[in-house]
């Protein structure tokens, strides 16, 4: 009886972490301007304590029947195919976010950070000039939706052969600069809940308000858990032409943290007809209160957030 109970609740509790991953998708994909602020008609991952049932993406090389696979390559290239259920490479991708497959790299100490979108060869071979950049061990993610399956992201670890420097993680930090731009955030990621994630992005101490549309948005995040890169890939809230979000100089994101952890963040912003990539430290410790509360979580608590990076600055 008591096995037949806790597969039971296990169930449950698949039922709920999937519910709630859709209800994210929906809040991310349509993002109405007041209905976003709510995961409704979800029920929350946890309780307590940001701990899910499910792993995050990014962690396993083969998932839901899936499997990434390396394919030897000259040293400027980086090549993969995903395997499908039928044994098969897969050949049929669905577009999600203007591109069919989104490749992501890091480094196991979270350097070296790349967004790249590989083409695809007729043998459902993906090729792309490499964006590992040195010498370290590497982690790939492929961040894509097989037509027909659910959208998966897969990684896969790569090593580059050279002399090796361990590149120590970035304090956490609410403003950073790139290529002559500042952004600065605001918000703090909550285990467990969605959260308002907001960046700022100035030039010689002016916003900037035009952004360019990049993979149909006004900025791409991704954010990886320290220590094992989970992987996780958030979008704003709102999208070019929806007749209200602005291009800049604030971009917001709904992000979930799938536990406390120090997590390092990417954005991805076009301007004046280049990518640009800003990068943060983010600590997340559990104990102060999202921007957003998930509707059935515990009740906020204002002035317990001491210490929190990103919180409560503007
Ligand atoms: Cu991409």
């Known amino acids: 009886m008591r096995t037949v109970t806790r597969l039971a609740g296990f169930a449950v509790g698949l039922v709920a972490v999937f519910g709630t991953t859709y209800g994210i998708g929906r809040v991310v994909d349509r993002?109405?301007?007041?209905?976003?602020?709510?995961?409704?008609g979800a029920?929350?991952?946890?309780?307590?304590?940001?701990?899910?049932?499910?792993?995050?993406?990014?962690l396993l090389v083969s998932d839901n029947g899936y499997t990434l696979e390396t394919v030897d390559a000259p040293a400027d290239e980086f090549a993969f195919r995903i395997v499908g259920p039928d044994g098969r490479p897969v050949t049929r991708y669905d577009v999600a976010h203007d591109k069919r497959m989104h490749l992501i790299v890091a480094r196991r100490d979270l350097s070296g950070f790349r967004h790249v979108h590989p083409e695809l060869a007729p043998d459902g071979t993906w090729r792309v000039d490499t964006p590992l950049a040195g010498a370290g061990q590497w982690r790939a993610f492929a961040d894509f939706v097989p037509t027909g399956a659910e959208p998966l992201t897969l990684g896969v670890d790569v090593t580059v052969p050279g002399e090796l420097t361990e590149r120590p993680l970035p304090a956490p930090s609410t403003s950073t600069t790139v290529d002559g731009y500042t952004v600065t955030l605001t918000g703090a990621p909550q285990?467990?809940?969605?959260?308002?994630?907001?960046?700022?992005?100035?030039?010689?101490?002016?916003?900037?308000?035009?952004?360019?549309?990049?993979?149909?948005?006004?900025?791409?995040?991704?954010?990886?858990?320290?220590?094992?890169?989970?992987?996780?890939?958030?979008?704003?809230?709102?999208?070019?032409?929806?007749?209200?979000?602005?291009?800049?100089?604030?971009?917001?994101?709904?992000?979930?943290?799938?536990?406390?952890?120090?997590?390092?963040?990417?954005?991805?912003?076009?301007?004046?007809?280049a990518v640009h990539t800003a990068e943060f430290t983010v600590v997340t410790d559990g104990t102060s209160t999202g921007v957003v509360p998930s509707p059935s979580g515990p009740a906020p608590t204002e002035g317990a957030d001491h210490g929190t990076p990103g919180h409560g600055h503007n």
């Open 191 to 273: 285990p467990g809940r969605t959260s308002e994630l907001t960046l700022t992005v100035s030039r010689d101490g002016q916003p900037v308000t035009d952004l360019e549309p990049y993979l149909g948005a006004y900025g791409h995040l991704v954010a990886l858990r320290r220590g094992d890169l989970a992987y996780l890939h958030v979008h704003p809230d709102g999208t070019p032409g929806d007749g209200r979000t602005r291009p800049g100089p604030a971009v917001t994101f709904l992000a979930e943290v799938p536990s406390v952890g120090s997590y390092r963040l990417y954005l991805d912003f076009r301007h004046g007809g």
């Open 43 to 58: 029920a929350p991952v946890t309780g307590t304590g940001g701990v899910t049932d499910r792993p995050p993406g990014g």
């Open 31 to 40: 993002a109405p301007a007041a209905e976003s602020r709510h995961d409704d």
